[in-house]
């Protein structure tokens, strides 16, 4: 045990002033016939949990951990699945995410290194077993190493290319081993720093056909978790490929791999590609993309990945309302992918910071779902396009009309009327429904 | 009668579906002795409000408005304030802003056009008569002629910075006769496009001549309102003079001006500038400077000046939790620079978004309060510097030692443990306070 | 004559000190067997050479034009068609670009507009007859009347998607009758504000019917220009649907459309997306979809589009780069969508303008073209890549092997060893481009 | 001696293909009586050029550098001085700048840490003995330990307080024992994180504080080096005290500080305040603040400090415009604080770096004096300004009129007519002078 100091985090409500309590999110609430801890599906990030350690540009380690003392690497890789397991359970989480390199130290040769893996992925699945907690999705680390400076499945030397192919083979073993709902691609070191050094289609290509690879990979061993992309536009380097979710289909329907893969979609991402987080989460619905989330939140003053754990109702409010639109996010989940504040060093921080991110999820769940199920907005939405059900609208709809009609029947048409677009009206009413929270159901 | 099809906007309770209703401003309200529009003092900007006509770069009026067929620009001007008292006292607004050029035409010279000025602020005397409405404060425009496309008091032409004091002296005459509380300087010309073609140093200097002009002729006349300046920190110009709280200051400083400044703070131009709505608010009021709020909310992802309506609760609430620690407002108010969106074009939209303004911004008020009120988080943040009320905290404070003392205190001393700075859980009690808004009140 | 008082403007060599000569550009300089002249392709954008006032959201027109004076919009419409042909023919450019409604004022109905339209068309078309100057591209203006203030083809209205349909009709036809080498979609208003009064799904298959409708009918009535995409990611919307290439390009995909586009890349808009320049030139190229320029420059350190007429000389260089590279633009251009500084209002001050562009232009052509010529850059980017011209990287690139023939590849393998990517090696060997300019030749 | 293959670097002229070569840097060149490394004394920055490993937020150390197998701290240290003088002698460069923390490791306490130094600080004194290598500038690390979480002197812990003041009490005595010309203080981590937990009066008392307290200890030991504040707006910490000059000036006016200190200016940090580097280098420059230069460049679509080594001839060349303005840095000086790129990781690439670093510079100073010799652009300015040397502008410059009797002056004028700003044409004589760098002298 870890975390002796603390106990079990329970749902008290949300005048509780204990600040190791749930105040919004009961996990066996039921909405719409499910559970709240079904429609959420909480993850916790191995690496931003079990291995950040506080360290920033301009900073060295200091967060304080129960295992700051394990020098041995594999013991201290036992103890952290442990460490997790216990923070999982403590938090009623029941997924979790980790990189392959998050769980166990490399060797001299990527044999050892894999033999490592295989020690901690037994244990791993020892703690499986029981079913409280499971994996949501795996990946592979391909940016940390020094031999990724220029890129992995991009990089400008083929034997980097093969050790990245070597080791998300691996992954993918791994996954289907510890029944990983999905296999996570984010390319953190696939882009440039310059143009003026860089073979763009070259790489581009080479990154096909090392996804190509995967899918043929996971075929082979009949993986069937869900493939993902995250998107990301910059940081680390200063470009990279999947800047964003339309970028990153463009990307896939060229060559050949969109049916294979979904979007895993992060907040912070979202917004250092000058989107917002429902933006990105919306266009990848409607394109029958929208496979995961990474739970976090940015600082849109800040122009790097902040990473903090989300706390913005509005947020969150948003997101679930393309998450319920989605018909939730099964097999995907809500992964945090956020790091407490650097200021946060103690254990009982990241406790604290794990039930404010899922507090505010819940919240936003139980705002969305009311949203959709009054149908106020919807309707909003519904009137302003009811146009394009009948008449000239309904035949643009239909393909039926091209220029030459539509011409004939706008020529000598007085000024068109349009109608307000509500904007503040409609966020005045996304705050009443915030706001009105614990208002007695018959007053809402 | 501009707005016949709407009624007074009163307050209807946070279940009322009207959306020309308030559902959280009810002005009668008291919250400690003084009731919710004392505390607020609201304001209508009558640029936005009544010459917005909804151009954008790329887009040609579009606003529907009652006197939009009105040719003859001094009956255009009588009618333009007849509705600013309408839409004031429909809305329970007790004060208006104005630059001179909103409220009359210009002629052939400026004696023209002071001659018209004068009519129209007859007319508005006529208006604040009864004294439901007054005039928050005056301020000139000194941006949109062309004659200032080189900066006003900043211009490398000394006919235009002549044309421009003789502007504000007649600005200044208006708001002593009209009454305002303040005059505010907004330098929307004043600062350069390129540093190759600039002379700064001659041009601060002027600025600064400027301003003392204005001291010495506020003097003369006796008006006794407050001077605020504005900062911005571009647009339209590339590099605005006052980019923001500190830098105004500085200049201020520089040319023995502070003493008779304090600011005039808007939201998005803070934003604009790097920092939070509150951080210009805290700079302000911890230096004594906060006189007057310019209400509105930028887009984060949008480099431009967006001048929404507010309605973003948090930074609302955080905004009225520096206004209630600065001892409320008083003479200044919460003046809403804010334009509606150019899709929301009908007369009632310009209500209902006043009415989600004005709403956001008194459920900031009553959760501020709360805030103040419980002491809560105030009480974190003592705890958290209580070492400078004792020991040698207090020594360090009260400048008791120095350098070679504190060497010598520390030298020898072993790690130093400093406490977690709650940052994610603050952040969660920020939220209980926004969503336990109507939990009855022995529960929250 | 509107400009009677500038004389044709000459090459005069780069030490002239004459403003009103070219000192790099000589239109007639042969490099690669191809005049400067047809190697750039040099357009003049009408909306910002013609109809640019001055006018920015804080200041009204200040633009001294010697068309000012005249009331008549038909008269005015005729005029200024002469003076951008005295301007193009003054300043040695063979190409420009229009929207529908810069040339001919709007009527009360579309069909009187329409007329309006074929009277200045048959004026354009006089001059065109002595082949000096000719149509690079047509576009219809679906952004700045307020019927499109929800959008075009994404308009909530079906009326306006009429509308704007017939308006693209009447551009294509005019488009065929100027013989316009292509015609360009930009669409300012196709976006959204915020989403939660959107339904995304449908306005991009509105969208996507809009421009299959516009396919049918070039191919119906026989116009052949190439159709180009002008991305840009915001403004004036808060998000526009072709935010970048890569957005556009996915969307065309998605709907079967990419085989009738390339694109139209502007600078300014590049940025604004959070690109350089030369990677959206970059990414088209690679994609075959480089069709035409738009040649401007931003400020990075403001949020809006400055639309600066282009005087950095790193970027011209890699764009035109890119161009040769991409074996010229033809039957695109290099069309200035830009517009001089408000501050830089009188006449002269648009030739300055133009010349500063095409000399900056001129000179970036000049350099790349000795870059290419020297291999030096390329031979340092193939030395990078050799890897995957034999052995392990031959095989990755023919698809011949797979993960399992990589992991047996690498995994006994020692660390590996990677290369320098030579940054700022390249950027100094750039630097030396620029400067030795005049170095002689046999120096170089 | 760790870079044996690499011989002293010695100016080629700008046809040398030699990467290890200056080609536009030669020291001894005369330019107005002083040999050019004079004008420009460059700086090596100890903690970039010696401590930086790769690491960055997503990747771990990669840096081939000859000390890397030096495992004991303190050999490692006294190595890494030695490679210092290697390196700067090598290149020519006579001034380094370091923070206590890069040239020796801690120990257990704070006496134990300053023993190190004293014993390193004995080594670089015999280093210097020669004279040809000396101290530009010192600082303290107050930002690294973990003990710096929540700030240093704005800790809200006194005993960090205590612990920053004994450490900057013995960098102070370095500084004085190795002559150096300057201390500079970077508060890194005086900001906060978040207001909702911060005193933010208290910490600004303190900082002020604890400077007053470096001015007396100063002066007590006889330190006459220059005191120079670094400002930055932002990064690590979300917001930083000393933003920008203007407000870190606004800071030390407001507390009596600001006769004793300069500032020193990095072209990053100016840009991520949304300033040019220009512009802090001008603003300081009339304030008589301008101090010391950390030269560096940063990508301005990237929101973080990339601090690359500076290429950009346009910003050398403002930059040394405002530096000549100046009458030169004396006793400050250009300071490289840069990094190489990550994957520019030999020890080559360093000098590589430092090469292309140093004759952009050179080349910014050539360009630049011969601007100011010409006095072409300044003439232009004079112009532009001349209204305030004769009449009106004359009275108003030397403060003989106010309002008054400006307003007779101008309130029957006809409309006033302004000139040209020209910036397209200044932007243009700019690249005059960077093209026509090597024509004939005759010519240019």
Tied chains: 1, 2, 3, 4.
């Excluded at 056909?209 to 493939?227: E, N």
């Excluded at 989940?333 to 999820?361: C, H, Q, W, Y």
Aim: net charge negative; charged share 25%; proline share 4%.
């Amino acid at each position: 045990m870890f975390f002796d100091d603390i106990k079990d985090i329970s749902y008290e409500g949300p005048s509780s002033k204990n600040p190791l309590a749930f105040k919004y999110y009961n996990p066996v609430e039921i909405i719409d016939e499910k559970p709240l801890s079904q429609h959420l599906r909480f993850s916790i990030a191995f690496w931003h949990t079990l291995n950040y350690n506080g360290a920033d540009p301009f900073g060295s380690n200091n967060m304080i951990r129960p295992w700051n003392d394990i020098d041995d690497p594999m013991t201290l890789a036992f103890k952290k699945i442990d460490a997790l397991f216990e923070l999982a359970e403590k938090l009623n989480i029941e997924y979790f995410c980790f990189h392959d390199r998050d769980i166990a130290p490399e060797g001299d040769t990527l044999r050892e290194t894999n033999k490592n893996l295989d020690k901690v992925v037994a244990h791993i699945k020892d703690h499986l077993k029981d079913g409280k907690v499971k994996v949501l999705w795996v990946t592979a680390n391909l940016f940390s190493n020094p031999r990724y400076v220029h890129g992995a499945a991009t990089s400008p030397n083929p034997y980097v290319f093969a050790y990245a192919a070597a080791q998300v083979k691996k992954a993918l073993e791994i996954a289907k081993e510890v029944g990983a709902s999905g296999y996570v691609f984010w390319g953190g070191r696939e882009g440039y720093e310059t143009l003026i050094n860089t073979d763009l289609a070259l790489e581009l290509d080479n990154l096909a056909r090392f996804l190509h690879m995967a899918v043929d990979y996971a075929k082979k061993i009949g993986f069937t978790g869900q493939f993902l992309v995250e998107p990301k536009p910059k940081e680390p380097t200063k470009h990279q490929y999947d800047f964003d979710v339309a970028n990153a289909l463009s990307f896939l329907n060229k060559y050949g791999l969109s049916d294979y893969f979904k979007f895993n979609i992060e907040a912070n991402h979202a917004t250092l590609a000058g989107h917002t987080f429902q933006h990105e989460l919306r266009y990848a619905r409607i394109n029958g993309k929208l496979g995961s989330i990474d739970a976090n939140e940015g600082d849109l003053l800040l122009g790097w990945d902040v990473d903090r754990f989300p706390t913005n109702i509005y947020d969150t409010t948003l997101a679930m309302y393309e998450v319920i639109k989605n018909g939730g996010l099964y097999p995907g989940g809500l992964n945090f992918d956020a790091k407490v504040r650097r200021g946060s060093f103690t254990p009982e921080d990241l406790f604290r910071a794990f039930i404010a991110g899922m507090d505010t999820f819940a919240v936003g769940l139980k705002i969305a779902h009311r949203i959709v199920e009054d149908g106020e907005l919807d309707e909003i939405i519904e009137e302003r396009y009811k146009g394009y059900k009948k008449g000239i609208g309904e035949k643009i709809v239909n393909g039926e009309i091209g220029f030459e009609e539509l011409e004939e029947y706008i020529i000598d048409k007085p000024q068109i009327v349009n109608t307000s677009g509500l904007q503040e009206y409609m966020e005045s009413l996304l705050n009443q429904y915030i706001l009105n929270f614990y208002l007695e159901n018959k007053e809402r």
